[in-house]
């Protein structure tokens, strides 16, 4: 069973943008092992309600909460609802984010560019510093972890599809570093993971359905990778296994 404190009852663990893909995965697999889950979503109430259903639906606690991580004040409401419904914050997934589509940097708009970065840089940042007020035990916390969602295109640049996205998960990679090693004596480990090509509906969003199959060839493991096998790492981070693990960038990809 994951317990983010050894010593208590399993704390609560927010997940942002759980109500598809990755972080469906990551609400839907802490749930399994006992610990209270909050489910963020911007959109797609339905589908956030679904994955608290399975969660519930299974034996396990949680609660759909409704904010765009962008917005300060969706940020703040969504750990004081989580606090208040679920008790204590002692694990954040750093998972919303937004791909601002496919296009080389001549074709991309600044109004994609904005967006893009306040959902995939301000809201993690925004989210990690509610966490931090919460767990660190220079605030009185009891410690805790947070995992943020990165990309393995923050390496491999993104060239011809998304380097405006790659740029954004690159400054996730660099925030992931600073702010670990920021806590780490608070109590707190920071980490991130990488995925490298998952098969999400990501890929169809933005109108490229067939990418997984047509990448697939250029994966050493010849696959597209799937959500569960990127949440397995995640909660493995979040877990106690991971006592002596922070400020790492976890790639999972395939060995691309």
Not at 17 to 42: D, E, M, Q, Y
Request: contains cysteine; glycine residues 14%; aromatic residues 4%.
């Amino acid at each position: 069973m994951v317990v983010w404190n050894k010593e208590k009852k399993s704390g609560t663990l927010i997940v942002t943008g759980a109500s598809r893909g990755i972080g469906a995965a990551v609400a839907k697999l802490a749930g399994a092992h006992g610990v209270p889950v909050a489910v963020n979503f911007t959109s797609g109430e339905d589908a956030a309600r679904e994955v608290v259903s399975q969660i519930v639906a299974a034996g396990g606690q949680a609660i759909a909460i409704q904010g765009d991580v962008a917005r300060e004040e969706d940020v703040m409401r969504l750990f004081e609802t989580a606090e208040q419904e679920l008790g204590p914050i002692q694990g954040l997934v750093n998972n919303a984010g937004i791909t601002g589509g496919f296009a080389r940097v001549e074709q991309v708009q600044a109004e994609a560019i904005t967006r893009m970065l306040a959902v995939n840089v301000v809201g993690t940042i925004l989210c990690a510093r509610e966490a931090v007020r919460r767990m660190s035990l220079r605030h009185g916390g009891t410690g805790g972890a947070i995992v943020n969602i990165s990309s393995l295109a923050a390496r491999t640049g993104g060239a011809g599809e998304w380097v405006h996205y790659a740029a954004s998960k690159g400054a996730i990679d660099s925030f992931t570093i600073g702010l670990a090693r920021e806590v780490a004596h608070e109590g707190i480990r920071v980490n991130a993971v990488a995925p490298g090509l998952i098969e999400t509906d990501l890929h169809a969003t933005n109108g490229a359905p067939d990418r997984p199959a047509r990448m697939a060839p250029s994966i050493p493991m010849q696959r597209a990778g799937t959500a569960n096998e990127v949440a397995e790492g995640v909660i493995w981070l979040l877990s106690p296994a991971a006592s002596y693990t922070t400020g790492t960038i976890l790639e999972i990809g395939g060995g691309r």
